[in-house]
C-alpha cells in the first residue's frame, strides 16, 4: 500500500534531518501504515509538491523509543508529540516540478491534510514521471 503524508517546511526542516541522518521519524498518529509500505512527503504550500519517496522501515514507534533527536528541526512549536512515529528512508527525492498540487489535482488525489491513502491517478502520475 502506498500512502501520502504532509508536512510543512515553516513547521519543520525535513531536508536537513535528512540529510543528516539519511532517515527520518515521522509522526505515524492514527494510520495503519505498515512496514515496507511506500509513503510520498508532499510539502504542503507554499511549496505544494512531493518531495520525497520513502520506504517505511519502522513502525508504531513510541516517542521514548526515537533514535533521531529532531529537537533542532522544529522550528516552532505548533506540532504537537503523538504516541507513535514510523521511520522513513527517502528512496527518491522529486524537483519541485515533477508532482505539484495542481498535477495531483488534476490525477483526483484529493487535498494532502492528512495522511492519505494514494489513489490510483496519483500512482499513474507517480509512474509517468519515474520513466520520463
Do not use: H
Request: proline share 5%; glycine share 6%.
Amino acid at each position: 500500500m502506498q500512502w501520502v503524508v504532509p508536512g510543512n517546511l515553516k513547521n519543520y526542516d525535513v531536508f536537513s534531518e535528512i540529510k543528516k541522518y539519511g532517515v527520518i521519524e515521522w509522526r505515524q498518529g492514527k494510520y495503519n501504515i505498515r512496514e515496507n509500505y511506500i509513503v510520498y512527503i508532499y510539502l504542503s504550500k507554499p511549496e505544494g509538491y512531493i518531495a520525497f519517496k520513502c520506504i517505511v522501515e519502522a513502525v508504531n514507534i513510541r516517542r521514548s523509543e526515537l533514535k533521531i533527536d529532531d529537537g533542532k528541526y522544529f522550528l516552532n512549536d505548533t506540532l504537537k508529540p503523538v504516541n507513535r512515529y514510523m521511520r522513513l528512508r527517502p528512496i527518491k527525492q522529486y524537483s519541485s516540478e515533477d508532482i505539484t498540487f495542481e498535477k495531483m489535482k488534476d490525477a483526483g488525489m484529493p487535498t494532502i491534510q492528512s495522511a492519505r491513502i494514494a489513489t490510483p491517478g496519483f500512482l499513474k502520475l507517480v509512474n509517468s514521471v519515474e520513466n520520463k
